[in-house]
């Protein structure tokens, strides 16, 4: 079973600094699609970006980007320029991709335990 | 606004009742899927339907269960309720079965007393 690991509980920034969050995961599958969601107060679940296993280039939006370390099943969060908005709890989750060795048959998200992100003014 | 609607908003219930959870999906979208939130599981994966059809279920209770109508709404009906269930109750849609992209409702905060 694919397993989604955040070791960081708790992160800080100060406005405009930069910040990186960790994301390791655990799978068997060479096809597959990582995501990272934000979780504000509003308990709204935002999808902040996404990246496909079989794509060697970074994703990036705006000021987010990720590091995908394919070989080390590492996928870690940057954030630039911190904003007050940006203050929220964030999971990394794990999606199997249709023409894994499961056969598709895991359409599930796997989440991690998440990281809450303080931003300070 | 994702475009998916969770009613009720909070639900407050006694242990052993019994409660259903209604989900709207994006308009389009023929996937929904069944999340639940709490402090010592996290963000678990329930149950999915396609088009009305089951398929896949994950860490779902038997006192729990769900269905799509033809209309593609989707309800979570948790029964035999338990301190336990405590928790957030999220729904989510995409537009097929494999649409990378699940667009997430405001979910349902549940609390059993």
């Given at each position: 079973a694919q397993t989604v690991t955040q070791s960081q509980p708790e992160m800080s920034v100060q406005e405009a600094e930069t910040v990186t969050l960790s994301c390791t995961y655990d799978t068997s599958e060479s096809d597959y699609y990582l995501f990272w969601y934000k979780q504000p107060p509003s308990r709204q679940m935002i999808l902040v970006i996404r990246q496909e296993a079989y794509k060697q280039q970074n994703a990036t939006e705006n000021r987010f980007s990720v590091n995908f370390q394919k070989a080390a099943k590492s996928f870690s969060l940057k954030i630039s320029d911190?904003?007050?908005?940006?203050?929220a709890m964030y999971f990394c989750a794990y999606r199997t991709a249709p023409s894994g060795l499961s056969g598709g048959s895991n359409y599930k998200l796997t989440f991690g335990k998440g990281t809450l992100l303080t931003v300070n003014p | 606004d994702s475009g998916v609607t969770q009613t009720p908003k909070h639900l407050i219930t006694a242990t052993g009742q019994r409660v259903t959870l209604r989900c709207s999906p994006r308009s389009g979208d023929l996937s929904v899927y069944w999340y639940q939130q709490s402090l010592d599981q996290g963000l678990q994966f329930l149950i999915q339907y396609y088009n009305g059809e089951e398929r896949a279920k994950g860490n779902?209770?038997?006192?729990f269960s769900a269905q799509q109508f033809p209309d593609l709404h989707s309800e979570l009906n948790l029964s035999s309720?338990?301190?336990?269930?405590s928790a957030l109750y999220f729904c989510a849609s995409s537009?097929?079965?494999?649409?990378?992209e699940a667009f997430f409702g405001q979910g349902t905060r549940l609390t059993v007393v």
């Open positions: 911190s904003q007050l908005g940006d203050a | 779902i209770l038997e006192r309720l338990e301190l336990g269930d537009v097929g079965q494999w649409n990378t």
